[in-house]
């Protein structure tokens, strides 16, 4: 079946609670604003926007990235510099969440979802589903003359190798364990030394380096997860360089043709699936395009079945749908809402019993 899944706040907020939504994050970056601008033009003009633009922080972005007509020049570097400001606070602030106790029914889901080459569509500030999927879809095992290599790294919850320790040899059970920052900062020529003095036999071809060995393995490569809105700086979001807002009118975003072409395959995606999954997205009234694009998915591929995960109750997440797609109410699936940890509950229930 083909699937493809809408991830909202709400997915990274179940995983790892620090992560925050729409609401927490608007305070949190308005608190280091304030902190770090005070007495400065950028604060200054800020207070002077109408607080209807500024009491919805993806409002306040949408408004400052639009080319506004009766803007003057003056005015449009003040909205560039503080949506400047804005962007690097949030930055801040996602780049300083910690994921080191990740539970593993979520490294499953990610992992689930990004092998089966299911489609993910991603709407959130954090790259936590590409953090998830790159740092537990590495390949951790390969055979070296009639050894059996296991590759260790950071994330592995049973690790036999100490801090210190980059190899071990265990010549009874053929086995050999390395360090995968080891093999990706050594020279093949040292790892050749290495195996030569223990086990009589150098490399006949390269090591199983992270970025040589393994460069063709599908189990490598990044998700297939495409970025609307939203998106941090950081390693794993590809061409994620800036903040993307949601989009209230045309805007510098809609020109470039990345963001284009980006939509246009969430369509494409959208209208050639079977099922579609939203979690922890509940469509704020900022996020016009969003709508539209599903609606039209829906107006082009009726058989389309929709499941929506997300904490809200039932009887919320009902109203707001039927209001969005009222043809197609009577066929969502609002099994996962109003319950802890709903993504768990659909994992445990679509994937693992």
Request: with cysteine; glycine share 2%; proline share 4%.
């Amino acid at each position: 079946m083909r699937k493809v899944y809408i991830l909202g706040a709400g997915f990274s907020k179940e995983i790892n609670n620090e992560y925050p939504v729409l609401y927490d994050l608007k305070n949190t970056v308005y608190r280091n604003l304030f902190q770090y601008y005070k007495n400065s033009p950028i604060l200054e003009h800020f207070h002077q926007l109408p607080i209807e633009i500024t009491s919805d922080i993806e409002m306040l972005l949408s408004y400052l990235s639009i080319d506004w007509p009766w803007k003057d020049s003056v005015e449009k570097h003040l909205d560039l510099a503080l949506f400047k400001a804005l962007e690097e606070r949030i930055i801040s602030i996602f780049l300083n969440i910690k994921n080191n106790d990740i539970d593993d029914i979520y490294i499953k889901f990610t992992n689930i979802i990004t092998n089966r080459f299911y489609n993910i569509i991603s709407l959130n500030y954090d790259s936590l589903i590409e953090e998830i999927a790159i740092k537990n879809n590495l390949v951790k095992r390969t055979e070296y003359c009639g050894y059996e290599i296991i590759i260790e790294d950071e994330y592995d919850k049973e690790k036999l190798l100490k801090p210190d320790e980059d190899i071990i040899f265990d010549k009874s059970s053929r086995s050999i364990r390395i360090n995968r920052t080891y093999l990706a900062n050594v020279s093949n020529e040292n790892i050749d030394n290495v195996f030569l003095k223990n086990i009589g036999k150098r490399w006949t071809r390269t090591p199983p380096n992270y970025h040589k060995r393994y460069a063709d393995s599908p189990s490598n490569e990044k998700p297939n997860i495409i970025k609307l809105h939203g998106s941090i700086k950081n390693e794993y979001a590809d061409g994620a360089n800036e903040i993307i807002p949601p989009m209230l009118d045309k805007s510098k975003y809609y020109q470039s043709g990345k963001v284009q072409s980006n939509w246009k395959n969430a369509l494409k995606l959208l209208c050639e699936s079977d099922e579609l999954n939203i979690i922890g997205f509940s469509f704020p009234k900022t996020d016009i395009s969003m709508v539209y694009l599903v609606q039209t998915a829906l107006a082009k591929n009726k058989e389309l079945k929709l499941s929506i995960i997300n904490i809200e109750s039932k009887e919320k997440a009902r109203e707001k749908y039927r209001e969005l797609f009222p043809n197609k109410i009577d066929t969502i699936n609002f099994n996962y809402c109003g319950i802890d940890a709903p993504l768990k509950k659909y994992t445990t229930e679509e994937f693992l019993s």
